[in-house]
């Protein structure tokens, strides 16, 4: 049986431990905390952190294979590593282009893969010569996730929120449509589509809202959405599952957001939506089995769940009751002892074929179901 390693104890690693029930494999995984929701789901835990050399390296010796929840992971340990003969998934050299957003837009721009324009600053000082960029949004190159590590400015005066570290200013985008498209790549290259998702944010937290599967979009920009998200993954040259988030603008332009080399928040319905959940997928790629099939059973919504303004300490789920006589939801929760504001403690996906009973069931559960702390 293959050992195969997951950086990351969190709720990706824990969904992809549900997915590996099904496959003959040995799992590990590598948190910092013991009561991470993957400690319990896993054949090994491993206490360590991700991010020292020494901890990846000594947990990844000896496995067949290694996968990621999360980019902030030690790259040079994942190098030594690949050298020695463990696959990585992603490969190092994609995950270094995508880790730090700098080198990413970098890599959209030689690769000539439309991007929002941008200019690197290497301080908040950097910002005062930059007033004519403005509206931008402000990206720290690493170390940002779930919008933090992205502040928009839209006056000079929005300055003193940028970031005092190497960061990129981007072009504000008039939105539209934010998409996201999740992608399985084999390690001979084979590369398969889900259908693109339509993800609703929340201004206020700069954090998503809920979304929509399959994105309601016409034929071309379907084809576009697609063209695009299939060159990003095909450049990048790594087996793996990525996911690629993109802008339509008010002009019909598509352009590239991010990219995630791992399974993905927009992801998290394909786990009853799809034929093949995103999960299900990775451990058909690293296991080197065929790939799943990608397509929708049914469309679907996703609500996050995440930890209400105010509340912060042993999570309890008021309105739980009430969601799980919802016939057509399906409740995820993550299995994290603490709540605090904004924190992702679960989501629920909804399934039906009508759009508005996908919308009035997602805001039902947003409304209805709420992290408090005891
Ligand atoms: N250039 C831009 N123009 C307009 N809005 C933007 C721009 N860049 C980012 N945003 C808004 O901010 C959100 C978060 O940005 P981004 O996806 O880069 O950050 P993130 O922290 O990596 O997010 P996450 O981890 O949630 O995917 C975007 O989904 C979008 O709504
Ligand atoms: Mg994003």
């Known amino acids: 049986m293959k050992k195969v390693g997951i950086l990351g104890g969190g709720q990706l690693g824990r969904m992809l431990l549900q997915a590996a029930a099904n496959y003959p494999v040995e799992t590990f995984v590598m948190e910092n905390d013991s009561e991470c929701p993957a400690a319990n789901l896993c054949h090994h835990f491993a206490k360590g952190d991700i991010t020292k050399f020494e901890d990846v390296y000594a947990f990844g010796k000896g496995l067949d294979a290694l996968t990621i929840e999360i980019e902030s992971v030690n790259e040079a340990a994942l190098e030594k590593l690949e050298a ?52 931008a949004a402000h990206k720290i190159g690493l170390g940002g996730y779930d919008g933090k590590g992205v502040e ?13 570290a190497p960061a990129i ?39 998503l809202d809920y979304q929509i599967s399959p994105a309601d979009l016409p034929q071309n920009l379907l084809w576009k959405v697609e063209a695009i998200a299939r060159k990003v993954v095909k450049d990048l040259q790594s087996p793996g599952i990525f996911a690629v988030e993109l802008f339509i603008d008010d002009k019909d332009n598509v352009l590239v957001n991010e ?43 996703i609500v996050n769940l995440l930890g209400a303004d105010g509340f ?22 993550y299995g994290k002892k603490e709540t605090k504001p904004g ?14 009973e996908l919308i009035h069931q997602a805001n039902r559960v947003k409304f209805g179901l709420i992290v408090k702390s005891q």
Request: proline share 5%.
């Open 343 to 356: 924190r992702k403690m679960g989501h629920v996906t909804i399934l039906s074929r009508e759009k508005q």
């Open 152 to 164: 928009l400015l839209r006056t000079s005066e929005d300055f003193s929120r940028g970031f005092d």
């Open 84 to 135: 020695e003969g463990v696959l990585i998934y992603p490969k190092p050299a994609a995950l270094k282009i995508i880790k730090n957003k700098i080198l990413q837009k970098q890599f959209y721009k030689a690769q000539e893969i439309p991007t929002s324009e941008f200019v690197v600053t290497t301080s908040r000082e950097a910002l005062l010569q930059l007033t004519d960029f403005l509206p």
């Open 169 to 207: 200013l981007e072009k504000l985008v008039t939105i539209k449509k934010e998409i996201a498209v999740i992608i399985a790549v084999s390690n001979s290259g084979e590369i398969r589509l889900y259908p693109p998702v339509d993800m609703v944010f929340d201004s206020r937290l700069n954090l």
């Open 312 to 333: 912060t300490g042993p999570a309890y789920y008021e309105g739980l009751q009430e969601v799980l006589q919802i016939e057509n939801a399906f409740v995820h929760i």
């Open 259 to 301: 990219t995630a080399p791992r399974v993905h928040n927009s992801g998290h319905h394909t786990i009853e939506a799809n034929y093949c959940s995103q999960f299900d997928m990775l451990w058909r790629i690293i296991l080197g089995y065929p790939l799943g099939n990608t397509n929708h059973i049914f469309p679907a919504a």
